[in-house]
């Protein structure tokens, strides 16, 4: 059974930094399609990034295209946000999220491309 363990959420003022990770148990990270989605009180979980299983794709939302980058390390089977500019509207829980084998989009908005989930990590963004 796959595994997807989050990491490095925490409390940050607007304007500040933070990088997440995903660790993934299985043997099929490499072949996989990686992504976030958030989810703050009352609201929908959300799209926020996904990188191809290659590494050559990367996608983002629009609001945070320019802050945020996706990548990922296919020997240490982790995949990583970085966050830069944080705003208050940034504060969520971040879910880690992994594709089935070779999936390469285009559907990357919904979760509909998601078989497994992380537990998630709180990130909150104060002003």
């Known amino acids: 059974q796959v595994q997807l363990v989050e990491s490095g959420g925490g409390l940050v003022q607007a304007g500040g930094s933070l990088r997440l990770s995903c660790a993934a148990s299985g043997r099929t990270f490499s072949i996989s399609t990686m992504g976030w989605f958030r989810q703050s009180p009352g609201k929908e979980r959300e799209f926020v990034a996904a990188?191809?299983?290659?590494?050559?794709?990367?996608v983002y939302t629009d609001t945070v295209k320019g802050r945020f980058t996706i990548s990922r390390d296919n020997v240490k089977n982790t995949v990583y946000l970085q966050m830069n500019s944080l705003k208050p509207e940034d504060t969520a829980v971040y879910f880690c999220?992994?594709?089935?084998?070779?999936?390469?989009?285009?559907?990357?908005?919904?979760?509909?491309?998601?078989?497994?989930w992380g537990q998630g990590t709180q990130v909150t963004v104060s002003s």
């Open positions: 990188i191809s299983w290659s590494g050559g794709s990367t």
């Open positions: 999220a992994r594709s089935g084998p070779f999936y390469s989009g285009p559907n990357y908005y919904s979760a509909s491309w998601v078989r497994d």
